[in-house]
């Protein structure tokens, strides 16, 4: 691996020759002769690729609710993410950090509760600690996506401002997304100082809080099969018959 320093830069394939950004530095790489591919490689690689769309979904999804700046390592981190969550595992990203250099726990010692009906109850607590800070915006995003047409089906959010000069005797917030696909429920925290928002990376955060799949109810339709009834047949009356001369049988005259 070598890096680019000159002034003009660029990422992409030239000749065998592959640059790419890493970490900020702009990095080069020979490209390999030959590329063998095992069948494992090969389901191996297919399965990153769905993964990387799936990754690019949910964040173009929750992109329009979400504030705060996002790290430069998001795309591999999500990525990497549903890769080890494994397929249609939606609920392995529930945890994520659209911020990795803060969570939720930072602002709240006491985790909000998400009820069923979509009611998110946040404690009463002390909050402190976040420097010369005076206001926390507390935004609550519901998104609905339903991955199988790749769709967003729903959006809601709920947003809460507190006054950290002042206790806070706990709140609730209520988001409701009806309709068809998982519900990613996505919590986000700005802090505000006196002449407006705070862009310190450590004071602000969005996570993943929580991931509803759609339940649909099957309905089983038992068949009735219907025995037939076999029709009886009444019995012929007996006749009596009399050996002929030709040995043939005599049937009598009634």
Not at 237 to 245: H, Y
Request: hydrophobic letters at 40%; aromatic letters at 6%; one cysteine or more.
């Amino acid at each position: 691996m070598a890096f680019l320093t000159s002034v003009i830069t660029f990422t992409g394939k030239v000749g065998n020759v592959i640059a790419y950004k890493r970490n900020g530095k702009f990095c080069l790489r020979s490209a390999p002769e030959t590329v063998r591919q095992t069948v494992n490689t090969r389901r191996a690689a297919q399965w990153f690729g769905a993964a990387s769309r799936k990754g690019a979904l949910i964040r173009s999804a929750l992109a329009p609710g979400i504030d705060i700046l996002c790290d430069g390592q998001i795309v591999n981190r999500l990525n990497s993410t549903i890769v080890a969550a494994g397929r249609n595992n939606h609920a392995g990203v529930k945890g994520f950090r659209f911020n990795v250099h803060a969570g939720i726990e930072k602002f709240f010692p006491e985790l909000p509760v998400l009820s069923q009906d979509g009611k998110l109850h946040i404690p009463a607590q002390k909050l402190q600690g976040f420097g010369n800070a005076v206001r926390m915006e507390v935004k609550l995003i519901a998104t609905r996506i339903d991955f199988a047409p790749r769709t967003v089906t729903g959006m809601d959010a709920d947003v809460l401002h507190i006054d950290l000069e002042q206790p806070f005797e706990g709140a609730d917030m209520t988001v409701d997304v009806p309709g068809k696909g998982t519900l990613l429920i996505t919590l986000q925290v700005r802090t505000f100082l006196k002449d407006g928002l705070s862009y310190d990376r450590k004071l602000n955060a969005a996570d993943i809080i929580a991931v509803v799949e759609d339940i649909t109810t099957e309905v089983v339709v038992t068949k009735s099969h219907t025995r037939k009834k076999l029709l009886k047949l009444q019995p012929e009356p007996s006749r009596n018959t009399a050996p002929a001369k030709n040995d043939q049988p005599h049937v009598p005259r009634e």
